[in-house]
């Protein structure tokens, strides 16, 4: 399983990005997809995550009417468009899937991607 991260980069504070994961190595359209970020001198934290189906979606209370989390299983990809951007939200950005999908949200994560640096400043 290869997870690969991008659209990450710097942004005034309430600008916009998108961020793409390419999946390739599993039947995408099967997982569960999830995205983290993980801040300077902070722990990793859950972000959203997306069912394998893309008909049910969970998000961490501080982004909820900011960030959507969608998929395109006919291209292997999971995005997260994150508008309303805060200085908060600078870290590095990861996603994730879990080796198996029977619940949702998935309690674990088990292939993470490189992640891409979100950076939010003025």
């Known amino acids: 399983v290869q997870l690969q991260a991008s659209g990450g980069g710097l942004v005034q504070p309430g600008g916009s990005l998108r961020l793409s994961c390419a999946a390739s190595?599993?039947?995408?359209?099967?997982?569960?997809m999830g995205w983290y970020r993980q801040a300077p001198g902070k722990e990793r934290e859950f972000v959203a995550s997306?069912?394998?189906?893309?008909?049910?979606?969970d998000y961490v209370d501080s982004v909820k009417g900011r960030f959507t989390i969608s998929r395109d299983n006919a291209k292997n990809t999971v995005y997260l468009q994150m508008n309303s951007l805060k200085p908060e939200g600078t870290a590095v950005y990861y996603c994730?899937?879990?080796?198996?999908?029977?619940?949702?949200?998935?309690?674990?994560?088990?292939?993470w991607g490189q992640g891409t640096q979100v950076t939010v400043s003025s």
């Open positions: 997306i069912s394998w189906g893309g008909g049910s979606t």
């Open positions: 190595g599993m039947r995408f359209a099967l997982y569960n």
């Open positions: 994730a899937t879990p080796k198996v999908s029977s619940r949702f949200p998935p309690p674990t994560y088990d292939y």
